[in-house]
């Protein structure tokens, strides 16, 4: 058979819609071997991750077969897979989607250094941000340290067209497309199916809400936000996409969408966000205490908001963003202990965790990272009784607490010695040297 070949090959961007490298593959060339690599390194990081991953793939297979392509798999190094798949085919060059992790990094100059070794092209698309991280640079640095300015900027720069989804994806004769393994089972019973199916429905069904956003968002016991966080994370659903259809660029869930290009720009000028502090003079010795992280990871550290959030997040592989502000504060400024563990812990478990934005977010909380005010706390009572007023939260995922009505389900060591007895909950985790006054 005559004609040219491409291979795309597939990352954190698992959607047929807006997807630019696929879009171009498949306008430019006659038969297009749509790829995905699954690398064993990655497949033990989040059990939970990768059963969200497998559910995506198979939901993206079929958006390719009915178009008359096809998903293909293949197991091992990506980048010995991709370009011994493209030579079998013999196809000109690759496609994929740019990414700031220093595993993108490696697999990208990787797989430029093997593209060029067998004259082969290789082309890095946009597609995991709205605004490409390099876009917009501040005077006299590479890239923003703090989110206003960013925000300006962004929103005054002109954002690239949303791409439809082809209309037909042509495979090479002959490809075996391999197979797609079951979903394991995962580490938290009710976590999200994923898929770009999933992700649409999610988002059509949530835009009614939008215009309530600034009032809803914060309602931990409401849980009105659109959770789309985890499609984001795994391309499911295009961040342009989602941009463009909540419509007001000054809105305050666009300026959430923004907050993502804003870490990745960060990362891509400090590779190391996920280890290293990023601000100066950060504060360093943190307390270790592996009793505490350990009651702060099970949610059995007596402050019921903060065990709420982990209750959540160990369920659902997702959590409250309100509590996820409280939870990693509590760790780091009332608790005294590294925000590198709570990263792992939320790392291993979060549908959507990753070392971009995941990273940025502990270390704004942590104030290591790009906060500008960084000794601000979070009083975990004082969240709990604003955002959760009448304790249903803390309810819903503390039930030792089931029976203690209003907000006083926030401070259960307040209640009457005899009905604290009653109450199978620990007291409060005691740190040497503090006298927090919430707990008073």
């Known amino acids: 058979m005559t ?10 961007d698992l959607r047929v819609h807006d997807h630019p490298a696929l879009a171009a593959a498949c306008a430019a060339f006659d038969r297009v071997v749509p790829l995905y690599v699954l690398d064993p390194a990655l497949q033990k ?19 390719l077969r009915k178009r008359g392509g096809d998903l293909v798999i293949r197991r091992g190094d990506p980048v010995a897979e991709t370009v011994a798949l493209a030579r079998k085919v013999g196809a000109e060059g690759i496609g994929l989607s740019a990414d700031v992790s220093r595993y993108a990094h490696r697999r990208e100059r990787r797989l430029r250094a093997e593209c060029d070794r067998h004259r082969m092209f290789l082309r890095v698309f946009p597609g995991l941000t709205i605004v490409e991280p390099g876009a917009l640079r501040p005077g006299g640095g590479d890239h923003y340290r703090v989110f ?3 925000f300006r900027a962004w929103q005054g720069v002109r ?4 791409l439809a989804a082809p209309k037909r994806v042509r495979l090479p004769d002959g490809v075996d497309p391999g197979r797609l393994p079951d979903p394991p089972k995962g580490d938290s019973p009710d976590a999200a ?9 999610r988002l059509t069904a949530w835009l009614p809400t939008l215009d309530r956003y600034d009032d809803i968002h914060d309602d931990m016991a409401g849980d009105e936000t659109s959770r789309l966080s985890p499609y984001l994370r795994f391309g499911c659903v295009s961040p342009l996409a989602v941009a463009n259809r909540a419509g007001d660029r000054d809105g305050p869930f666009v300026r959430q969408l923004c907050w993502r290009d804003f870490y990745h720009q960060v990362v891509a000028g400090f590779p190391d966000l996920s280890t290293v502090a990023y601000r ?18 099970e949610g059995r550290t007596g402050m019921p908001i903060v065990d709420a959030g982990m209750r959540q997040l160990r369920a659902e592989g997702w959590m409250h963003n309100r509590a996820r502000l409280i939870t990693a504060g509590y760790l780091t400024k009332h608790l005294g202990l590294d925000w590198r563990p709570g990263l792992e812990v939320f790392f291993r478990r979060l549908l959507d965790g990753d070392r971009v934005n995941n990273s940025g977010n502990w270390q704004w909380v942590a104030g290591t990272g790009n906060d500008t005010r960084p000794y601000r706390g979070f009083n975990p009572v004082r969240q709990a009784e604003r955002y959760d007023p009448d304790g249903a939260y803390v309810r819903r995922w503390v039930p030792e607490l089931a029976s203690v009505a209003g907000k006083a389900v926030h401070q259960p060591w307040r209640l009457p010695d ?13 740190v040497p040297g503090t006298d927090p006054v919430w707990l008073r």
């Not at 990081?45 to 958006?63: C, G, M």
């Not at 950060?282 to 592996?290: I, K, S, V």
């Not at 005899?418 to 005691?430: G, S």
């Open 45 to 63: 990081l989040s059990p939970n991750r990768i059963r969200f991953l497998h559910q995506s793939l198979a939901d993206l297979r079929e958006a």
């Open 159 to 162: 954002w690239r067209d949303e």
């Open 193 to 201: 199916a994923g898929g770009e199916t999933v992700a649409t429905r």
């Open 418 to 430: 005899e009905v604290r007895r009653t109450l199978d909950y620990p007291p409060p985790l005691e």
């Open 280 to 297: 100066r003079g950060a504060r360093e010795g943190w307390r270790d205490d592996p009793h505490a992280l350990d009651a702060w990871a």
């Open 148 to 150: 206003s300015p960013y």
């Open 3 to 12: 004609g040219r070949t491409a291979v795309v090959l597939f990352t954190r």
